[in-house]
């Protein structure tokens, strides 16, 4: 169906961030029209996904141009999962940095660029061009350098080097892959080009271009070799920058992944072999780089790496119970990834340290909210019934069907390195008596008013109970998960709805 | 003259890569912008070269009959030029925040914090 409400989230963000304009300088202000921007948004973005659901693919061929010519905007159930967490993510965060961050970062504008941001994140899930995905990424990327850099300090310097280095890096090998995509067929469009590669007879060529949007896509969602700028810079900026980050920026490396190998490229078997040897060594490369981490945001950094080898792991399997899997772990790890930085932040403000050794008695002196952070945490090593507990058993039984027995040792391993730095932070920054006494200058957490608590805390506990209803009512978001993976493993569904079915 | 053009870019992108492992933040840019430069000759290469020829459809014709030049990769070039510039002034004005903040062009002075854990 064509609609031009597909556009309407992606408008809704410009539109806040130009109206935050005007008010430059304003904190009150900003802090208002972003969060009231942010809940339209999400509105936006949940009757985009249920007319998603409920009408099929929605399309929209920009100007009026037929398909191949112009650009062409589609959502189909996988652009709307992603579309609807952004939206979600992107309110909780948008509440939480209201009172995490601090006021002369809000000044110099940072919801302005947040709402850029965001704006990227929704353009680059439901474009249906390949060029267009990426001037897409570049916008989130620019808007990321400066979220990570602005008001830096040294160590925040070092780790924004690293990481626009390696992203501009990332954005060159993309275009080169573009260019020699539209050489070998001669369009953009992400329909017509898979229509036109089956016809193109040097499948060498086909399978060295799909190799560069690997790499390409690879360092921007930090896959085994290419991982290293992320545990350097994703511990610098403040928690609620890091929420967003390490939520949404390396799962839209993985949707253009699974985007481009779905609907353009059919993986062989030397490309399977290869994601499967790179997945194994994603697992087990972060699992073990969070080992003898002390800072809790060093931690996570780590497990974001070893839980992108989980989403590799179900492209390998390229079944479609696989499939399954992925979307649903896709869902749950953007939920409890933006989560946990956000936990990670409000102990920072209540012992002014994330550094393991150095904190404790949390329990003691904080326990409705260390009741709902072990709610989280459990969420994230995957105990039954919460949400990280379904997409594992279906990776597992998947990978063991497939007699994939490497990948699955590399998933327990993970699986359960996991659970012993997830048991680890709870055992020393929880439950632990503190090593030193806490003073009230520790404690930045209880000068806090009332109306700040409730916005540090409330997108905690709101993206919490997320993640127990996905755990809880499993049943639905597996049906949900089925239906975006029936429609990835049938790519001539999506070609047919961009570009006419042929009659 | 395509000769020419794919030795060019396989000059930019090495160029680019070789700078790209200096040491200096400087070398660290050029290399970015020699890429840079090198993907949109690519993407020119790419599209199809074709001399003294128009996309240009004759009025008393309804569709083109002769060899013309593409101009989508042209559109993807400037579109490619424009945003690489808005990236290059934004980097060297981060290194230029780095070097006055650790008053060093040297990478491997930036590698203090990794080795704390």
Sequence with gaps: MTTNFILAPILMHMFTAIVLLFFWQKVLIQKIISIVGNSIAF???????????????LTLQLGGWQAPFGITFISDTLSAIMVLLTALVSLAVGIYSTASLNVSRIKYGYFFIFH????????AFLTGDIFNMYVWFEVVIISSFILMTVGGKKMQM????????????????????????????????IADIANKITLVENKGLVTVTSLLFFVGFGIKSAVFPLYFWLPSAYHTPPSAIAAIFGGLLTKMGIYAMLRVFTVIF????????????????????????????????????????????????????????????????????????????????????????????RLGSLLKD???????????????????????????????QESFKQENYVLLAGLIVASFVTL??????????????????????????????LSGKIALIAPIVGLAAVSLIIGLNANSFIKLSEKAAYEMKRPEIYINNVLGSKE | ME???????????????????????????????????????????????????????????????????????????????VISFALTAFAIVLLKRVYTTTGSDDLDSLNIQDLDI
């Design chain 1, 43 to 57: 509105l936006l973005c949940l009757r985009l996904f249920e007319m998603t659901l409920s009408q099929g693919y």
């Design chain 1, 116 to 123: 850029f941001l965001i704006m990227g994140l929704l353009g």
């Design chain 1, 158 to 189: 070092e780790g924004a080097i690293k990481y626009v280095t390696m992203n501009m890096l990332a954005s060159v090998i993309f275009l080169t892959a573009i260019a020699v995509l539209y050489g070998i067929t001669g369009t953009l469009n």
């Design chain 1, 266 to 357: 059919q993986p062989d078997y030397f490309t399977l072999t290869l994601f499967s040897i790179i997945a194994v060594l994603t697992l087990i490369t972060g699992a073990l780089g969070t080992i003898n981490k002390r800072s809790i945001r060093r931690i996570l950094s780590y497990l974001i790496i070893c839980h992108i080898g989980y989403l590799i792991a179900g492209l390998v399997l390229n079944t479609e119970l696989a499939f399954v899997a992925l979307v649903f772990y896709l869902i749950h790890d953007v939920i409890v990834k933006s989560n946990v930085f956000m936990i990670s932040g409000v102990i920072l403000k209540m012992r002014e340290t994330v550094d393991i050794t």
């Design chain 1, 366 to 396: 904080y326990p409705k909210f260390s009741f709902v952070a072990a709610l989280v945490f459990f969420s994230l090593i995957g105990i039954p019934p919460l949400s990280g507990f379904w997409p594992k058993i279906l990776l597992f």
């Design chain 1, 420 to 449: 012993f730095v997830m048991v680890r932070i709870w055992s020393e920054a929880f439950w632990k008596i503190s090593p030193k006494p806490i003073t009230e200058e520790i404690d930045h957490f209880a000068p806090f008013s």
């Design chain 2, 3 to 81: 000769l020419l053009l794919v030795i060019l870019v396989g000059a930019f992108y090495s160029a680019g890569i070789y700078m790209m492992f200096r040491r200096s933040m400087v070398k660290l840019l050029m290399g970015l912008l020699l890429l840079g430069n090198g993907a949109n000759i690519l993407i020119f290469l790419m599209g199809g070269l074709t001399k003294g020829k128009a996309p240009i459809i004759r009025p008393e014709n309804s569709k083109f009959l002769e060899v013309y030049a593409d101009p989508v990769p042209q559109a993807l070039i400037l579109t490619a030029i």
